[in-house]
């Protein structure tokens, strides 16, 4: 039997970030000029470098180059964070929104602290 080599949309840090980056857009695309153009703009970077910093730590071949990208993915999660508590204040966002987004964005630091555990453990270059 072949060993299955793990793909990027096996990993479900990535998954979930991907979803909520495309969740995100959908509703940004929607706000004003100046909306989106300030905090829209703003909040769609930060959502959309977890999934992208996810899959380009993977592609890397060292183990420290993979984690440092992982690193900037969970530093992009906080400033997610930051993002949605403005857009709630500012009632740009609808509490359905705002608690999905919550939701999902509470989900990422365990699952990438375990893509560098598991990194850590795996490689030895």
Do not use: C
């Not at 009632?91 to 375990?114: A, C």
Request: proline residues 1%; glycine residues 4%.
């Amino acid at each position: 039997m072949k060993d299955k080599y793990l793909s990027l949309n096996d990993v479900t840090a990535y998954k979930i970030a991907f979803n909520l980056s495309n969740y995100v857009w959908n509703i940004v695309i929607k706000w004003d000029y100046f909306t989106k153009k300030t905090l829209g703009s703003q909040f769609v970077n930060s959502i959309d470098s977890i999934s992208a910093n996810i899959a380009e730590g993977f592609g890397r071949y060292h183990k420290k180059d993979k984690i440092r990208f992982y690193h900037i993915s969970s530093g992009s999660v906080k400033e997610s964070f930051d993002w949605n508590e403005k857009g709630k204040v500012r009632k740009l966002l609808t509490k359905e929104e705002y608690n999905h987004i919550l939701k999902e964005l509470t989900k990422l630091p365990k699952e990438i602290n375990s893509l560098i555990k598991i990194t850590n453990i795996k490689l030895t270059i």
